[in-house]
């Protein structure tokens, strides 16, 4: 997986509870993004980030904030999660913002 | 607003058949069409990348065609084996990737 972790792989929560998704590079590329994926829609982005505290939107973020404060890090927070939140969130990097590498995913659901 | 719509969403092929998974886009800014294969439990993983400069591009038994006045592109894949079942995602891109529905293509032995 191109030398990306995330973790939690799995997580259960509750409807209204902050959640937390890592994504760890150890490839040093300038750009991270965070997808989710669910049936018949493919991988929608989330946010991205283009560089260390640079982050920017994507088609579906409401609900979601990011932060980057080293290269390796961007972090995925979901402030009060809800139901239609449950997905699989996958975490990608790119050197120069086209051929983008995916990490393993992460499983969430929320009850 | 979907702008690349991916077809079919399933396939099933005999191993040995051609395979082909089509894509249509609206955006006519998009200058990068990567094809992506997801195993299940894994991330995507880049399969094979056109630009629309080019009318195809191959690499083994994968081949993306591209028709830039259609704004169609499509992935083929040559000899089926078992090990190609898998779910494949066709993208464009404008600077941020969007992309198809995907499809779940199961070859049969």
């Known amino acids: 997986d191109a030398g990306i972790t995330q973790s939690p792989r799995h997580k259960v929560t509750e409807t209204g509870t902050p959640v937390t998704l890592r994504c760890h590079q150890t490839?040093?590329?300038?750009?991270m993004y965070w997808y989710r994926q669910d049936p018949g829609h493919g991988l929608r982005l989330i946010h991205y980030s283009y560089g260390v505290k640079d982050t920017d939107k994507g088609e579906v973020s409401d609900g979601y904030s990011v932060s980057r404060s080293k290269t390796e890090d961007f972090l995925l927070t979901l402030e009060s999660a809800t139901s239609s939140q449950t997905s699989v969130y996958f975490c990608?990097?790119?050197?120069?913002?086209?051929?983008?590498?995916f990490g393993p995913g992460t499983r969430l659901t929320v009850l | 607003q979907q702008q690349v719509k991916q077809s079919p969403q399933s396939l099933i092929v005999q191993k040995g058949g051609i395979s082909i998974i089509n894509c249509a886009y609206e955006?006519?800014?998009?200058?990068?069409f990567p094809w992506y294969q997801q195993f299940p439990g894994k991330g995507p993983a880049l399969l094979i990348a056109i630009r629309p400069d080019v009318s195809e591009k191959k690499e083994g038994r994968f081949t993306i065609s591209f028709n830039k006045s259609a704004k169609q592109f499509s992935l083929h894949i040559m000899d089926s084996q078992p090990g190609d079942s898998a779910t494949y995602f066709c993208a464009a891109s404008e600077g941020k990737l969007i992309f198809g529905q995907g499809t779940t293509l199961q070859v049969k032995p």
């Open positions: 990608a990097i790119s050197w120069e913002n086209e051929q983008q590498f």
């Open positions: 490839e040093n590329h300038r750009y």
């Open positions: 955006n006519t800014a998009f200058d990068y």
